[in-house]
């Protein structure tokens, strides 16, 4: 919000505030492809989100044969953050299979902050391949969309997810006792984040 000051005028935003864009994709990292959805990804996205076991502690029920149509449709425009509450979704690809999903979402614009969220298909799990997407993720989130601020939340149970935030050096920065009634029970929320000044000291060349 902008501040008021003492005599009444609003304060500008701090220089050097500029909006995020739509970042040049698809992205290539050592392993993986990083690319809008397509509707021909289907069978793959069914392949983990229609698991029970990945959507454990995700705000989603497995995904249905017949809800993937719409799961995908939903998601294909998502592909650039130049309005507040813009997101973008990508389809994460390996040896030419895709195996999961990253996702990077705005606030409003001018706080320059970015929530982002993954998906991973488990038989690819365990080989550092959501680290290598979600690194490219955070490379895009600073130095593309000039974030300032990146964060992530998780059910503290969800150990993978917690591991993954800090592998990409995420700091945890809250934890909330049952804030949220998710899945019949009352739920616990971490919260990791990354500043762009942490991310510029640990990827200096990024
Ligand atoms: C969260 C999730 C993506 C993490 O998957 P993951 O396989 O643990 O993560 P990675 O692909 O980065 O692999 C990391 C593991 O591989 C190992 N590894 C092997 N080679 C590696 C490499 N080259 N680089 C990094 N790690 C490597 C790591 O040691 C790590 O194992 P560890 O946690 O036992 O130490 C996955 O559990 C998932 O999709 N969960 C379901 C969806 C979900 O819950 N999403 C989040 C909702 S908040």
Redesign the pocket.
Same mark, same amino acid.
């Given at each position: 919000m902008a501040e008021v000051t003492s005599s009444g005028t609003a304060r500008a935003e701090p220089a050097g505030l500029r909006p995020a864009a739509a970042p040049v994709l698809p992205r290539r990292t050592a392993r993986l492809v990083l690319r809008p959805f397509r509707h021909d990804d289907e069978s793959d996205v069914l392949a983990y989100r229609g698991r029970e076991d990945?959507? #454990?502690?995700?705000p989603a029920d497995p995904l249905q044969p017949a809800g993937a149509h719409a799961f995908i449709a939903e998601r294909l425009p998502a592909t650039q953050i130049t309005a507040d509450e813009d997101g973008i979704i990508l389809a994460v690809e390996y040896e030419g299979r895709m195996i999961?999903d990253l996702l990077i979402k705005a606030g409003r614009l001018a706080d320059r902050q970015a929530e982002i969220?993954?998906?991973?298909n488990p038989e690819?799990?365990? #080989?550092?391949?959501?680290?290598?997407a979600a690194r490219e993720l955070l490379m895009m989130a600073f130095d593309d969309l000039d974030m300032h601020r990146v964060w992530?939340?998780?059910?503290p149970r969800?150990v993978?997810?917690a591991?993954?935030c800090e592998?990409l050096g995420m700091r945890r920065e809250a934890y909330f006792r049952q804030d949220i009634w998710f899945k019949g029970e009352w739920g616990d929320t971490a919260v990791y984040a990354l500043l762009a000044a942490e991310w510029r000291a640990a990827y200096p060349a990024g």
């Open positions: 990945v959507v #454990r502690y995700m999961g969220g993954w998906a991973f690819f799990h365990g #080989r550092g391949l959501a680290t290598e992530a939340q998780l059910d969800n993978p997810s591991r993954l592998r």
